[in-house]
């Protein structure tokens, strides 16, 4: 069974760099699907951050992408996702899931961990 | 890129039916026919429950069922149950790679 685990710090400081990583267990990230990032602010909807294909190829949510990097490490089976530039309107549950072409099939989710950004 | 458009809540007794639905715009929604829609409680990770329009994943009961129509997309609870009560969330792809999430529905089994 697939499994996705979200880590990282809980508390990033405004300006700074929010940095997550996802470590995959039971299947290998260079298998052919997509890896992804969403979040959801507190009480609010979910929002789709970016993506990296197996081949290492990475896909922006436009309104997110001058801030975005996704990167991935198959020898560890983990992808990761740095957001430079942090505000309080980051603050968030960060999930990492997989989902397979070509549409936003996202059909395996971690769990999720929040993210606050405050001084 | 917008969100797409959701009622923020909808209703029903249990056994009936409720639709949701989904609406976007010709570049999204209605360009592609790559509408997935997730459940979510409380707590949890969303979960897949419709994709590609109206295709099921192993596992999701047959009540679930989706469709679109021009630039909407709706989805459909038949024979409501108790563990329905969620939120649920559209999502279509909007080219060059783009996927948008729709603002949500708040499902409540009276």
């Known amino acids: 069974q697939l499994q996705l685990q979200e880590s990282g710090p809980g508390l990033v400081k405004p300006s700074e760099t929010l940095s997550l990583t996802c470590t995959v267990s039971g299947g290998s990230i260079s298998s052919s699907y997509y890896w992804g990032w969403i979040r959801q602010p507190p009480g609010k909807g979910l929002e789709w951050i970016g993506s990296i294909f197996y081949s290492g190829s990475t896909y922006y949510n436009p309104s997110l992408k001058s801030r975005v990097t996704i990167s991935g490490d198959t020898s560890k089976n983990q992808f990761s996702l740095k957001l430079s530039s942090v505000t309080a309107a980051d603050t968030a549950v960060y999930y990492c899931?997989?989902?397979?072409?070509?549409?936003?099939?996202?059909?395996?989710w971690g769990q999720g961990t929040l993210v606050t950004v405050s001084s | 890129q917008s969100a797409l458009t959701q009622p923020p809540s909808a209703s029903g007794s249990p056994g009936q039916s409720v639709t949701i639905s989904c609406t976007g715009t010709?570049?999204?929604?209605?360009?592609?026919?790559?509408v997935s829609w997730y459940q979510q409680h409380p707590g949890k990770a969303p979960k897949l429950m419709i994709y590609?329009?109206?295709k099921r994943p192993s596992g999701v009961p047959d009540r679930f069922s989706g469709s679109k129509s021009g630039n909407s997309a709706s989805l459909t609870v038949s024979g409501l149950q108790a563990e329905d009560e969620a939120d649920y969330y559209c999502s279509s792809y909007a080219g060059s790679n783009n996927f948008v999430f729709g603002t949500g529905t708040k499902v409540t089994v009276l």
């Open positions: 590609e329009v109206s």
């Open positions: 899931a997989r989902h397979f072409p070509p549409g936003p099939s996202f059909d395996y």
């Open positions: 010709s570049s999204d929604v209605g360009a592609y026919n790559y």
